[in-house]
């Protein structure tokens, strides 16, 4: 953290008097459940209250922070049918938004719950819309993540074993562990490794993928919440319009907020830059996808589009011929097989930086047309 071995120790002091509190209350007390608690490896704030039981994991406790599919179906049925009505849309596919906003949270890799908060927020005022994610701007959190410049773990399956939840040093935190523990992170689905359970952690649903997305999106750029919504949708329409060269001018001018400084000159920073502009324009992002030829790197989708992407750096290498070599990557080895003929629309996308300049292509792939197999 950011705070100075004094800071923290007041604030592990004030803690640890809160459970003395708790501690001298025992025979009064039949049953205390506390959340947001996070377990700190050298700091004993759990020493004044040394019989707590932590069942963040634990299975039997699976639904209990949080709406199951059944309870938010039985419980706001009326508010459902009124939006249905509301959007005229059917109350099936009203379900699927809601899920696909609010739900996804599991501590067993089984059993799904919506977050309450977003959840009753949603109901009240019948948008959907980050509400989580607005209570609090996780800044740390951002430079965090932006300091160790790993965006795949926003993009990509994360395997996680169980002391990964158990508690972390205050002085020395991880991003693993501080994204399961903010919320940010939840488990996917529970495996066994030679009698070892693994985990494979993943981000919950569209709100908190979205939000934090753009959050980071603008730790990167250092670019203004306010106006990453406005560009990043007229990014959105420039791929979907192929427009090559108004897309590279919105990079362009993301770039520019990003301080000399904190540039890092090697194509690994700029992939995870791209991706978080792609997260926040809704598209599901994956890096670094294996083919049978190479690898791809970076795929975007969305319901009726795949864009396939191939980027380039070189702080030398004219942005035209590192272009060229992008687009002849993707057709040479056929990057679009993976994606065969479902009716959808394929963008094959190559992007170029070269010192401070940006070039951008831009091809399609009309839906039916053959793309054979990889």
Not at 132 to 155: C, D, H, V, Y
Not at 208 to 232: K, M, N
Request: proline share 3%; glycine share 6%; aromatic share 12%.
């Amino acid at each position: 953290m950011s705070k100075s071995p004094t800071e923290l120790k007041a604030v592990q002091e004030s803690i640890q008097n809160i459970y003395r509190i708790l501690k001298a209350a025992d025979e009064r007390l039949r049953f205390i459940f506390l959340t947001g608690v996070s377990k700190f490896a050298k700091l004993s704030i759990f020493s004044a209250l040394n019989s707590m039981k932590d069942i963040t994991i634990d299975e039997r406790y699976a639904a209990i922070c949080g709406y199951t599919q059944k309870e938010l179906e039985h419980y706001f049925s009326e508010h459902i049918d009124a939006l249905t009505e509301k959007e005229g849309d059917t109350r099936e596919h009203l379900l699927d938004k809601i899920r696909y906003w609010y739900d996804g949270y599991t501590w067993d890799g089984r059993t799904a719950v919506y977050n309450p908060y977003s959840t009753l927020s949603f109901f009240k005022k019948q948008v959907f819309s980050n509400y989580w994610f607005a209570s609090g701007t996780p800044t740390f959190l951002m430079e965090r993540l932006k300091k160790q410049n790993n965006i795949e773990l926003l993009t990509e399956p994360v395997k996680a074993k169980p002391n990964t939840f158990d508690s972390f040093d205050p002085s020395h935190i991880e991003a693993i562990p501080l994204l399961f523990q903010t919320g940010y992170l939840t488990i996917k689905s529970r495996e066994r490794t030679e009698d070892v359970p693994e985990y494979t952690l993943g981000v919950p649903n569209m709100e908190v993928r979205q939000s934090l997305s753009e959050y980071l999106l603008s730790a990167y750029s250092e670019y203004p919440l306010s106006g990453i919504a406005t560009l990043t949708g007229n990014m959105y329409e420039q791929i979907r319009s192929l427009d090559a060269g108004g897309f590279a001018q919105s990079v362009r001018t993301m770039l520019e907020n990003i301080p000399y400084i904190l540039h890092v000159g090697n194509e690994k920073y700029y992939h995870s830059l791209f991706l978080s502009w792609m997260l926040t324009m809704g598209f599901e992002a994956h890096g670094e996808v294996m083919t049978g030829s190479g690898r791809i790197d970076a795929v975007l989708e969305q319901t009726d589009t795949v864009v396939v992407c191939e980027l380039k750096y070189h702080a030398k290498t004219k942005k035209g011929a590192l272009l060229r070599n992008a687009m002849k990557q993707i057709h040479d080895r056929r990057y679009y097989g993976k994606y065969p003929d479902k009716g959808k629309k394929i963008v094959l996308l190559a992007l170029a930086f070269s010192g401070k300049e940006v070039g951008c292509k831009m091809d399609a792939m009309e839906k039916g047309e053959n793309r054979g197999k990889l």
